[in-house]
């Protein structure tokens, strides 16, 4: 991705933290899905009162994508706090890698950029290939 494309992407996800529902922890994150064939779908948190049903933006951009037939991801923007940087949660890492193994992981602290492969951050991982065998 040039530098262009992944400031699009961030600025994507910081967008999407406008609609955060995180009236709980009052800790707002927004994500930005970049499909393979470049279409964006975006996430923000959905906090409940029954907390533990609580969902992260990063997974409801990717449930987004996967429930309009989207199947292959390119990179994932993460924006929460201004000046900190908000790695996701381990369940979003694995949801994440179920679909996206080599996924980027774009972190953003609102001015510069981290930039991780997924299976890095979900080193020996769970996966499809175990039930398979
Ligand atoms: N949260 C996310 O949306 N993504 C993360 O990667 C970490 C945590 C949300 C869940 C909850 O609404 C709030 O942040 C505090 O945990």
Redesign the pocket.
């Known amino acids: 991705m040039t530098k262009k494309e992944i400031k699009k992407l961030v600025n994507e996800a910081i967008q999407a933290k406008r609609f ?1 529902q ?1 009236k ?2 009052n ?3 927004g ?1 930005a899905l970049l499909t393979k064939s470049g279409e964006v779908y975006s996430g ?4 409940s009162s029954s907390y533990s049903l ?7 951009a990717l449930v987004k994508a996967l429930s309009e037939g989207e199947v292959e991801f390119e990179a994932l923007a ?1 924006s ?1 706090k201004r000046g900190e940087f ?4 381990g369940a ?1 890492r694995q949801l994440l890698y179920d679909y996206a193994p080599n996924l980027d992981i774009i972190l953003s602290d609102g001015s510069t950029e981290k930039i991780y492969k997924l299976h890095e951050l979900l080193p020996v991982a769970f996966s499809n290939e175990l039930l398979e065998k």
Do not use: L
């Open positions: 955060s995180a709980y922890s800790f707002k994150v994500a923000c948190n959905v906090e609580t969902i992260c933006a990063e997974r409801v993460i929460a908000c790695p996701p949660c979003c």
